[in-house]
Structure formats: structure tokens, C-alpha cells
Nanobody
Framework: QVQLVESGGGFVQAGGSLRLSCAAS????????MGWFRQAPGKEREFVAA????????LYADSAKGRFTISRDNAKNTVFLQMNSLKPEDTAVYYC????????????????WGQGTQVTVSS
């Protein structure tokens, strides 16, 4: 069992940066592939980025490539999402998720979810 708690969301102007964190409980955090998803009002939850157990493998949505960076610190049971050059269309609730199977963008892969943190980007 893994419990996830996101933090770091907030209000930022376009072009600014935010760093999201996701703290995980459970002794087996290094065994899980970690991902970030987001959901804007009236839209489906969409994939943003994911990272493998050791951090050597990453996957990004096209919208995140070149602007967002996912990383993890297994010693601290934490995964991060550094978001730069933010745009108003990045406004959404951002969710951390974990799965024990494989690196992927399909949300059905992910067994565990956090409660989300709001990111608002003004133009």
C-alpha cells in the first residue's frame, strides 16, 4: 500500500515556474513507477510525466517536453515535477500516481493516487 500527498501548487504568472512534490508512505517506494497527471475543469485527467524506479527512465507528454522535469529521491520517498515556462493552459489540478508494473502514460496502469494540488497560471 502506498499513500501519496502532493504539495507545491499555487498561483503563478505565465512564464513562471513551480516545483511540485509528492511524498509517499510505505517501505517499498523505490519499487514503484511514479507519474504525474493533471485535470483541468471540464476535461479528462491527462498524463504529464512518469519516472522509473531508479530514475533512469522517464516519459513525458508532448505538452511537457522541454518545460517540465520529473525526478525522484528514493531516500526521501519523494517525487518531484519541476515546471518551467508555465502557460495558462497548464492550469489544472495535478495528481501524483504510482504503479508497480511499467512505465506508461495510461492512467489505468496506476494503482495509487494522491488528492491533487491546484496549479493556476495567469496570462
Amino acid at each position: 500500500q502506498v499513500q501519496l500527498v502532493e504539495s507545491g501548487g499555487g498561483f503563478v504568472q505565465a512564464g513562471g515556474s513551480l516545483r511540485l512534490s509528492c511524498a509517499a508512505s510505505g517501505r517499498t517506494f523505490p519499487d514503484y513507477i511514479m507519474g504525474w497527471f493533471r485535470q483541468a475543469p471540464g476535461k479528462e485527467r491527462e498524463f504529464v510525466a512518469a519516472i522509473t524506479w531508479g530514475g533512469g527512465g522517464t516519459l513525458y507528454a508532448d505538452s511537457a517536453k522541454g518545460r517540465f522535469t520529473i525526478s525522484r529521491d528514493n531516500a526521501k520517498n519523494t517525487v518531484f515535477l519541476q515546471m518551467n515556462s508555465l502557460k495558462p493552459e497548464d492550469t489544472a489540478v495535478y495528481y501524483c500516481a504510482a504503479n508497480s508494473r511499467r512505465l506508461g502514460s495510461d492512467r489505468t496502469l496506476y494503482n495509487y493516487w494522491g488528492q491533487g494540488t491546484q496549479v493556476t497560471v495567469s496570462s
